[in-house]
């Protein structure tokens, strides 16, 4: 009797576009107490774009954004992407010069012959990029990664910088040669049904809460559009897992939500793991539920399931 119901419902989930890997996994979804959502690109589209672009001191927005770009081209964040994408845009309407632009035939999109050659490139998790340009080190990142080498913000930065996280927006600071040059303001969308199903989950008893590397400012004001109360900001990528599992100390049943590599810890380490479809691989390996519509009513659906199959069961 058991194992038909397990295999019945496996299906109706595969129908809803949740895939549960195994009986284990849908039984203790069932329990849930609280589901830690990650940021970008799980409460969030994943789709950033740049909304704005400032430059303090002296250099054009031209130079400014190419060196960004060429600094961030490396990157396979979400961050890099909505950089490196501006930039092209900017200056494909504002015309390169001669030398700089595509041949015949070649594909607007894949042409990056307006990028300059950056050396010595390191990814730093949870902070940004560092590499160097014509001589010079260029860092691109948050706050920290500024005050981790010792480059002042000026005032009028950080205003510029309160004002964007005011406003949802991430921040991305940019240094040439130690001193702050321009600030981008980065903006990832809610996704549609992101504040009902977080309702949805109080309304069933289940606590929500939001993880995510962003800053604190940023991470509470997308918290208040979404309508969930506890925020955990400035995680370093390890920490995630370290707040599932303070959680669990406590004698909670944990679903943790995510799509990033640096979630596939905290993945592992909740009760319940539940991936975006449409996220690393590494995170879909390390989840119990893999949802494919990236379509977050799939979370209240994977626990309605559970508790409707196991009532039925017992
Ligand atoms: P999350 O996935 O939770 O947003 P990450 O650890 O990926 O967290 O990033 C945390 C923060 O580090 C970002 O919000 C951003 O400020 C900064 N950051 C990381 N990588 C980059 C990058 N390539 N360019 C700019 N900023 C970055
Ligand atoms: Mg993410």
């Known amino acids: 009797m058991f194992a038909i119901s397990v295999v019945v419902i496996a299906c109706v989930g595969a129908n809803h576009g949740v895939l549960i890997k195994g009986g284990d996994a849908l039984e203790r979804a069932q329990k849930v107490q609280f589901v830690v959502f990650d940021k970008t690109g799980t409460l969030t589209q994943g789709r950033a774009s740049v909304t704005t672009a400032k430059v303090f001191g002296g250099m054009q927005l031209g130079d ?49 012959g307006w990028l300059l050659q950056a050396e010595d490139f390191t990814a730093c998790p949870g902070k940004g990029v560092q590499c160097t340009i014509s001589g010079k080190r260029v860092l691109v990142g948050n706050r920290r990664l500024m005050t981790d080498s010792r480059v002042t913000i000026p005032m009028e930065a950080e205003a510029f910088l309160i004002e964007l996280e005011e406003r949802t927006n991430t921040g991305v600071l940019v240094a040439y040669d130690g001193a702050l040059i321009g600030i981008l303001g980065v903006a990832d969308p809610l996704k549609r049904e992101a504040a009902v199903v977080v309702e949805g989950l109080k309304k069933m008893g289940i606590e929500p809460v939001m993880v995510t ?21 400035e995680v370093m990528p390890a920490g995630k897992a370290e707040v599932v599992r303070a959680l669990q100390k406590e004698g909670y049943v944990v679903a943790m939500v995510g799509d990033g590599i640096n979630d596939s810890p905290a993945l592992a380490a909740a009760d319940i793991g539940m991936a975006i479809g449409a996220g690393t691989d590494v995170a879909i390996e390390a989840a119990d539920y893999v949802l494919m519509r990236n379509n977050l009513e799939d979370v209240i659906t994977a626990i309605d399931l559970s508790r409707k199959t196991f009532r039925r069961i017992r």
């Open 64 to 112: 400014f954004l190419t060196l960004v770009a060429s600094a961030e081209a490396s990157s396979e964040h979400p961050l890099a992407k909505a950089v490196v994408n501006y930039a092209h845009h900017f200056h494909f309407f504002s015309h390169l010069p001669e030398d700089k632009q595509p041949g015949k035939g070649e594909k607007l999109d894949a042409f990056s």
């Open 213 to 233: 590397g962003d800053n604190w400012r940023t991470a509470g004001a997308v918290a208040r559009e979404v309508g969930i109360e506890d925020v955990r900001a």
